[in-house]
């Protein structure tokens, strides 16, 4: 697989806009697997890791309480991580490139924490190689060549994170590009203004389309609901009246009424 090479700021974190990041994307799933673009489906997210991106993936515990969900490991290091059978510390060696997820994310009812993890940590690996692969012996800091991602890096942030320091813009990289992943710009546009779609949605209820659009893009994409509502408004694909026009069949009613034309509502 080709990775991207972008500008870098003084902090060697790559210069990238969400517009790139959607464009990297479509190329990489390109080489991947081109019907990732034509149809929607939920992406193969450990098929991708293996397959795709060519490393390990593996799944000890992370931390005592939970809170790291993934590490992205781009060099031989040494990486700490929970013993749950001794309740203690422990350090393993990682000597290839490896993606780690928290165990607990393996759970039923974790799934699409789980796909988007997974994908988080991807996108890293995608995106920010010859950041976390620089000397340390260069740095004026404390480094080490993996990622440490928490809840919050996964799900806190909706887009409008603050970007001031170095983590700040490789995990707002990294989310935007896991949600591009998951839901990316050629399949969602072509389920978002699907005819029958569109008619599905307006059945289920008229009153609060986009809603139920957000139901059919998580059902379609295996993603949360949550993730799925901000993919549609970050590519302005939500249904609204100015956008239903008649090649679509509907008749609009300005007065908080909106019919599906041939369809009592």
Do not use: W
């Not at 931390?63 to 700490?80: L, M, N």
């Not at 009812?109 to 950041?131: D, I, P």
């Not at 740095?139 to 909706?158: L, V, Y």
């Not at 591009?180 to 569109?198: G, K, P, Q, Y």
Request: proline share 5%.
């Amino acid at each position: 697989m080709r990775f991207p090479t972008f500008s870098n700021s003084k902090d060697n974190v790559p210069i990238i806009s969400n517009k790139a990041i959607e464009d990297t994307v479509e190329d990489i799933l390109r080489d991947f697997d081109p019907t990732c673009l034509e149809v929607p489906k939920p992406l193969d997210v450990d098929m991708f890791v293996e397959k795709g991106l060519g490393i390990d993936i593996d799944f000890p515990y992370l931390s005592h309480t939970g809170f790291i969900f993934g590490k992205t490991i781009f060099r031989p290091t040494i990486v700490t991580i929970y013993d749950k059978t001794n309740d203690i510390a422990d350090e393993i060696p990682i000597h290839n490139p490896t993606i780690l997820i928290d165990n607990r994310l393996n759970e039923k009812g974790k799934e699409n924490l789980y796909r988007s993890t997974v994908m988080h940590e991807s996108a890293h690996y995608v995106l920010h190689q010859e950041y976390y692969r620089q000397d340390p012996m260069h740095m004026k800091h404390d480094f080490e060549p993996f990622t440490n991602c928490s809840n919050n890096d996964i799900c806190g942030s909706d887009g409008k994170r603050k970007l001031v320091s170095a983590r700040d813009f490789l995990e707002h990289h990294a989310k935007f590009a896991s949600a591009a992943f998951l839901m990316n710009r050629s399949a969602m546009t072509r389920l978002c203004t699907d005819e029958s779609v569109i008619h599905d949605v307006f059945r289920r209820d008229p009153d609060f389309p986009d809603s139920e659009l957000a139901a059919i893009v998580v059902e379609t994409f295996k993603v949360s609901e949550e993730s799925a509502r901000i993919r549609i408004n970050t590519l302005k694909l939500g249904i609204t009246q100015d956008k239903i026009a008649i090649p679509f069949g509907y008749s609009i009613q300005r007065a908080n009424h909106i019919s599906l034309a041939g369809i009592v509502t």
